[in-house]
């Protein structure tokens, strides 16, 4: 059993995954960047933490075969399938302030409003977002550790582009499907993306 949903350039989406169910993202038209954020669906409290999930992976950009885990150091969801390779654990989430900060315009909302409508369904707010995975983003880091200026680069995914990602307990998933037109990360066009569950076998 499958379900689709579309989300609009700039949308969200929230929803339970439950345990061995698996979550695709597909990039329908190519640079489209897409901020992540998972928690226990059962205990909320036990959230994505990037730190774990890093040093279990030993890079700062996953891929298949990489789990994501909680600040309980248990794996929320695996990466079973990327046509991207290299998704970016280090570049957080947009918002009205950071906007105002990096770009100087105002009352421009991000990931990070989306990241609370969200929440919101579940009961949750501000204090529960934490740095988040974005699918389809680069940020490059020099061999002198430093950024890019534009922190971002434009994203390198091509239409049709998946990730998915299999359920490792009950899984509450949040997902900005990003906004942001003031760095290159979604070509200054952002585009609509599909989200498939598909039920275990």
């Known amino acids: 059993m499958t379900n689709t949903i579309i989300v609009e350039a700039g949308g969200h989406w929230a929803g339970v995954v439950p345990k061995g169910d698996t979550l695709t993202i597909v990039d329908l038209k190519g640079g489209q960047g897409v901020d992540f954020l998972c928690y226990n669906a059962e205990h909320p409290e036990e959230r994505y933490h990037a730190p774990n999930t890093l040093k279990a992976a030993l890079t700062l ?3 298949a075969g990489h789990k994501l885990y909680s600040d309980d150091a248990r794996p929320i969801f695996t990466i079973t399938e990327d046509t991207f390779d290299g998704h970016d654990t280090i570049g957080g989430c947009c918002s009205e302030v950071s906007n105002e ?3 100087g315009v105002k009352g421009i909302s991000g990931c990070r409003e989306n990241f609370l409508k969200g929440l919101k369904t579940f009961g949750l707010g ?6 988040n995975i974005n699918f389809f983003c680069d940020v490059p880091v020099n061999d002198e550790r430093a950024l890019k200026d534009t922190v971002f680069v434009p994203s390198k995914a091509q239409a049709g582009a998946r ?17 942001q037109v003031n760095n290159p990360c979604n070509h200054g066009n952002p585009t609509e993306i599909e989200i498939t569950l598909t039920a275990a076998d």
Do not use: F, G, H, Q
């Open 61 to 63: 950009k996953l891929s």
């Open 101 to 103: 900060m990096l770009y």
């Open 126 to 131: 501000r204090r529960d977002i934490v740095p």
């Open 163 to 179: 990730v998915s990602l299999r359920a490792e307990m009950n899984a509450l998933a949040v997902i900005s499907n990003c906004p």
